[in-house]
């Protein structure tokens, strides 16, 4: 089934997410994404604290900002990308090809998390660039063989979400754990280094797990607390990113997600140390507006990244920094 499309774009994201979420309505699907995790304090501090960062405006001699980048070897409209998704129940295999195809017109790239091969194939034959993000499987072969399958289709990148060992946390028990386990450092050494493709660590919150992933070979690390399921008191994402960035930003690439929604939230992870920022739950709200409305979900954001830039007067991505950053005199700077 494909997405109804309306000829009219909306004017603000929160227009555009009204409008997927009344094209999903259509459908029948009432309530499109996953219930939260329990408590959810991890989520609400990272979202206060981003809250509580001011930038300073430098006015004076303005520039233009430009906001390209190259991740993975792949050049970049912007540093916003769609973090590792499955797909989810009320969504079909097309509506995902959308939404993949919806990122490559917004020229950025696409995570693909939990899936089978067909919808990594259609992904890839779109032409936007594709990440392969493969579950902590139980059955470890299954895992080199989905590493085989992403780096012979044509991924740019592969890579594991370490911190989904004990699936999703809701309710308060844990699910699809027959599934995923604890997978030791020798697995995922082995899985990397099957590959020539970069490997990257997604769930990574804590400095010893950042030096490890360096330390067995990972070109990438996402900092991260998995968004819905997690864990309620994961260090936010927005705390551990500068420590971790401080502590291993210049020998991989340090990406950063869970909680992160605007242009600015995206200015202030770069400023933090993030060389890219996903985002999952805002792009997956967007899916029900197709691909234009993922394409113009990314546009909203860029722009509004593009706009603090020129007003901290930053010309490029590399510019934005922490002396940028001023906490609310409320919370004293944790970086
Ligand atoms: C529906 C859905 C499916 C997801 N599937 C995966 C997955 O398969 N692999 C993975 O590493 N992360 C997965 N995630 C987690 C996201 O990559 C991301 O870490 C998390 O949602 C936090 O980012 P957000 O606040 O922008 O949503 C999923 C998230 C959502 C909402």
């Not at 997978?183 to 660590?201: E, G, N, W």
């Not at 797990?209 to 991260?224: E, L, P």
Request: charged share 20%; hydrophobic share 45%; aromatic share 6%.
């Amino acid at each position: 089934m494909t997405l109804e499309k309306t000829a009219e774009r909306p004017a603000t994201i929160t227009g555009l997410f009204n409008q997927a979420r009344e094209n999903l309505k259509q459908r029948g699907v009432e309530r499109p994404l996953p219930s939260q995790s329990n408590y959810l304090a991890s989520a609400q501090e990272n979202r206060e604290l981003l809250d509580s960062i001011f930038i300073e405006s430098r006015l004076l001699d303005p520039v233009t900002p430009d906001t390209s980048t190259a991740l993975f070897g792949a050049k970049l409209k912007t540093p916003a990308f769609c973090s590792a998704v499955g797909r989810p129940d009320y969504l079909t295999d097309e509506d995902m090809v959308e939404v993949v195809r919806g990122m490559g017109k917004a020229g950025s790239l696409m995570m693909l998390g939990i899936g089978g091969s067909d919808l990594l194939q259609a992904a890839i034959d779109t032409g936007t660039p594709v990440v392969k993000m493969v579950k902590p499987y139980r059955n470890t072969d299954l895992i080199y063989q989905k590493v085989r399958d992403a780096e012979e289709r044509g991924c740019l990148a592969v890579g594991m979400d370490i911190d989904h060992f004990y699936g999703v946390y809701r309710d308060g028990k844990a699910d699809r754990t027959e599934i995923f386990a604890p997978k030791q450092t020798a697995d995922i050494v082995q899985a990397i280094s099957s590959t020539r493709l970069p490997f990257i660590i997604k769930g990574v919150l804590g400095v010893q797990d950042a030096v490890k992933a360096v330390q067995i070979g990972a070109s990438a690390i996402v900092v991260s607390n998995h968004g819905w399921g997690a864990f309620d008191f994961g260090i936010p994402s927005i705390v551990a990113l500068p420590r971790i960035a401080a502590a291993v930003g210049s020998r991989v690439t340090v990406l950063v997600d869970s909680g992160f929604r605007t242009g600015n939230d995206v200015f202030k992870a770069l400023a933090l140390g993030a060389k890219g920022v996903g985002l999952a739950t805002s792009v997956l709200a967007a899916a029900g507006a197709g691909a234009e409305g993922v394409e113009q979900l990314i546009g909203f954001i860029t722009d509004e990244l593009k706009r603090t830039m020129a007003i901290a007067g930053c010309p490029s991505l590399a510019a934005i920094g922490q002396p940028l950053l001023v906490t609310s005199p409320r919370v004293a700077p944790w970086w």
